[in-house]
């Protein structure tokens, strides 16, 4: 009690004297019973008046033995003790700007970014448009962790990454291609030959540089040769188009809506690349038709994935057992032929079109290819930058090959359920086709091709396959993963 008393009468002393009485007891925060409070409110009073005369002389002399003190320039120093001090943090140090690498464009280049990785040379290109602008040696999957080769996309970006698979191994500015774990970052370690666990290794030294350069949804292509881009001109290519004027009722109703003095909201086009995949019809898309149709007319074959489940298999037999089929459960073209006669539909096409923006789904719809037997290869087609208006936009071609290899069993040690469904011996090589014969064979609708020219952007892609959805094209979070295997 004592000691806090002398503390509140040093800062009224420090203070000249001036402080409230009411602030004094506020100060010392009196507590027990209310005989004690009282008691210790009025020795407060009694202390601030004789406070409010400290300054003289008499006053000085009957109160310093009080406080413990002997000089009364001794009251300030022993006051500024019991107050707070605040301290100032000081300025952090501006961090000078990091240089532009010589390698980046002017930024008046507006052609589409592409990484193509030369495997055999264990080197990345850096592509804008035609014009190559840095390459840099990497190190990709060593034997029985081979990296795959096709067509991929960046998917996501992380500047500090641990391996979800390998211990959670540091993998700094990583570059995500596939969910099953394939990516490009940095690395201590990257020989001029394959090393790593199916990713591409980055030297510490550029893989920033890359890493601030890229954007998500670019391409990056990997190749069992090197590849160099080069133009294409074809007429079945898309064109870039405008969309064509609304309805003239619906015009002149927002125009009504207008000058009532109602706000019309105009719709967002988004201004990221199109995906465009034009392939087979494989097993997978097959029993998709098949599930849809079933599901149509009230068979309940579970959902539409692909997969022969149970509920799929029951809804074969059942609908087979319904229309005098030998109901053995199975898919055939004698099911898919009498599915469409009973729902009065046109017989099945032989591919696919499949359009994607931003990793989402925006349409798909059937297309025609002209001798089937024949293969169509793999083929990645880009437009090039176009101004808004423009009706026409070049193009750029890369070939790939497409060879089967010894990566099914190697894929599923890293992720059965992503792992891509290529067989595990090799396939003889098919005739080599150009990209050309295969737009040559390629059938589609005036409607679909209308409706892509007036969604193409610039950087759009085109790929052609003969190999149907990848497991690495998931229905969300991914563009086309072509795999060439």
């Known amino acids: 009690m004592t000691g806090r008393v002398r503390n509140v009468?040093?800062?009224?002393?420090?203070?000249?004297?001036?402080?409230?009485?009411?602030?004094?007891a506020k100060g010392l925060q009196l507590k027990g019973r209310s005989g004690r409070a009282s008691a210790g409110l009025l020795l407060c009073f009694g202390l601030a008046l004789a406070l409010l005369l400290f300054r003289a002389p008499v006053a000085q002399a009957q109160l310093l033995p009080f406080l413990g003190l002997s000089n009364p320039g001794d009251v300030h120093l022993v006051a500024s003790r019991n107050k707070r001090r605040y301290y100032r943090r000081p300025a952090r140090k501006k961090t000078p700007a990091r240089s532009k690498p010589a390698w980046y464009p002017?930024?008046?280049?507006?052609d589409p970014v592409q990484i193509i990785v030369s495997l055999p040379d264990q080197k990345a290109t850096i592509y804008q448009g035609e014009k190559a602008l840095v390459?840099?040696?990497?190190?990709?999957?060593?034997?029985?962790?081979?990296?795959?080769?096709?067509?991929?996309?960046?998917?996501?970006?992380?500047?500090?990454?641990?391996?979800?698979?390998?211990?959670?191994?540091?993998?700094?500015?990583?570059?995500?291609?596939?969910?099953?774990?394939?990516?490009?970052?940095?690395?201590?370690?990257?020989?001029?030959?394959?090393?790593?666990h199916g990713c591409l290794r980055l030297p510490n030294s550029f893989a920033p540089q890359l890493f601030r350069f890229t954007?998500?949804?670019?391409?990056?292509?990997?190749?069992?040769?090197?590849?160099?881009?080069?133009?294409?001109?074809?007429?079945?290519?898309?064109?870039?188009?405008s969309p064509a004027p609304g309805d003239f009722d619906v015009k002149e109703m927002e125009r009504q809506f207008v000058l009532a003095g109602g706000k019309l909201e105009?719709?967002?086009?988004?201004?990221?690349?199109?995906?465009?995949?034009?392939t087979r019809r494989t097993g997978k898309e097959r029993l998709m038709d098949v599930q849809r149709?079933?599901?149509e007319l009230q068979f309940d074959a579970g959902d539409v994935d692909g997969w022969m489940g149970p509920d799929t298999a029951k809804a074969i037999k059942r609908f087979q057992k319904t229309y005098g089929l030998t109901a053995d459960g199975f898919l055939s073209d004698e099911l898919i032929a009498r599915l469409h006669e009973v729902l009065g539909l046109p017989e099945p096409s032989n591919g696919?079109?499949?359009?994607?923006?931003?990793?989402?789904r925006?349409?798909?719809?059937?297309?025609?290819?002209?001798?089937?037997?024949?293969?169509?290869?793999?083929?990645?087609?880009?437009a090039m930058h176009f101004e808004p208006g423009d009706d026409v936009t070049r193009w750029l071609l890369l070939t790939l090959d497409n060879k089967a290899g010894p990566l099914r069993k190697e894929a599923k040690a890293r992720d059965p359920e992503t792992a891509s469904d290529a067989p595990e011996i090799d396939k003889p090589l098919p005739e080599p086709v150009t990209a050309e014969q295969a737009l040559d064979r390629i059938e589609i609708s005036d409607d679909v091709r209308k409706r892509i020219s007036e969604l193409l952007t610039p950087g759009s892609s085109l790929a052609i396959s003969d190999d149907g959805l990848s497991k690495e094209t998931h229905p969300k979070g991914t563009d086309f993963v072509v795999l060439t295997k």
């Open 106 to 110: 002017d930024e008046a280049a507006k």
């Open 266 to 278: 105009k719709e967002k086009r988004s201004t990221a690349p199109l995906r465009i995949l034009v």
């Open 9 to 24: 009468m040093l800062e009224i002393a420090d203070n000249g004297g001036r402080m409230h009485v009411l602030q004094i």
């Open 135 to 196: 390459t840099s040696r990497v190190s990709s999957g060593k034997k029985g962790y081979s990296t795959p080769t096709g067509v991929f996309s960046i998917l996501s970006k992380n500047r500090w990454h641990r391996s979800n698979i390998y211990s959670g191994a540091p993998m700094p500015f990583m570059q995500r291609l596939t969910w099953s774990g394939i990516a490009l970052h940095a690395s201590n370690s990257v020989p001029n030959h394959a090393a790593s």
């Open 215 to 241: 954007q998500t949804g670019i391409h990056v292509i990997i190749s069992n040769k090197k590849l160099t881009p080069s133009e294409i001109v074809h007429d079945k290519l898309f064109r870039p188009s």
């Open 293 to 295: 149709l079933l599901n």
């Open 362 to 382: 925006m349409f798909d719809a059937p297309a025609w290819i002209v001798e089937p037997e024949k293969p169509l290869g793999t083929h990645l087609i880009t």
């Open 352 to 360: 696919h079109i499949y359009v994607r923006q931003a990793f989402r």
